[in-house]
């Protein structure tokens, strides 16, 4: 019996028309079968999200949004608030995707408040973390990582914190097809583990730790067998349902104790 539920999530970033983000939801539903012992979520574009909340409304699939607005409404031309994300059904968002803070510029401070947006709606934050390559070849890849996890602990406390996921993303691994192998995730989600313990023993041991970065359904065995990975978060291998049914079946044997 695991102690966390594995997580598999799909972040399917700026990719698809309303028509194919309508066929793979539909196809997850009719693939992923109810009373699962692992949970799945979607995160479609924004403009997607109430077709893919009326095709998954009811199920045991859940949707969320990649990104929110640390602002709860007003004159931010653009943005999108977690109430919106929660009339829409979302029950997850994804927050500080490298990407979103690469090309969006998004501070570790400026992460730490639509945390802390999100979970004001109830929504379950998505906390994703992660190192460079140049930051790996430094040997900075902890401190990086405490750094964008220290500014949610200041902004929200460790148990708001708690109420989220956090997803380790190395940049480098993402859309490269180069994986961290499965030794270095969990060396790297053993040292999360490890430092949340610190402040909170209960909520680091039942806290969900993700990994993310090129993970398909041919590495998903190594990698969700790690004492401390709970999970993916996945990027190109989410586009399609074959694909995801690949990485979605690896997490059905392990939660099934195969
Ligand atoms: P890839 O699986 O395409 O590397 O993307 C990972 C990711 O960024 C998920 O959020």
Redesign the pocket.
């Known amino acids: 019996m695991l102690v966390r539920k594995l997580l598999v999530a799909g972040?399917w970033?700026m990719n698809g028309s309303i028509q194919s983000a309508s066929s793979l939801a539909s196809g997850l539903l009719s693939a992923i079968r109810d009373g699962i012992g692992y949970d799945v979520v979607v995160f479609p574009p924004f403009v997607h999200l109430p077709m893919v909340a009326h095709r998954l409304q009811g199920s045991h699939l859940q949707w969320g949004g990649q990104n929110v607005s640390a602002h709860s409404k007003g004159a931010f031309t653009s943005e999108i608030s977690a109430g919106m994300l929660k009339e829409l059904g979302c029950q997850w968002v994804?927050a500080g995707?490298?990407?979103c803070r690469h090309y969006g510029q998004e501070s570790n401070e400026l992460v730490a408040k639509k945390f802390a947006q999100a979970l004001g709606q109830g929504l379950m934050p998505v906390l994703?973390v992660g190192e460079t390559y140049e930051q790996r070849e430094s040997a900075e890849t902890e401190a990086i990582i405490w750094s964008q996890i220290d500014a949610v602990l200041t902004e929200v406390g460790v148990a708001g914190l708690g109420q989220g996921v956090i997803?380790y993303?190395p940049v480098w691994?993402?859309?490269?097809g180069l994986t961290a192998t499965a030794e270095q995730a969990q060396e790297v989600h053993q040292f999360i583990r490890s430092h949340l313990a610190v402040k909170d023993d209960i909520i680091a041991r039942r806290m969900r730790l993700l990994y993310?970065?090129?993970?398909?359904g041919s590495n998903a065995e190594a990698l969700f067998s790690m004492p401390d990975v709970d999970g993916g978060?996945?990027?190109?291998?989410?586009l399609t349902v074959e694909d995801f049914m690949a990485v979605c079946q690896k997490a059905d044997k392990l939660s099934k104790g195969e």
């Open positions: 972040n970033k994804l995707h490298s990407e994703c997803a993303e691994a993402i859309g490269t993310g970065g090129s993970c398909n978060l996945i990027g190109g291998a989410s």
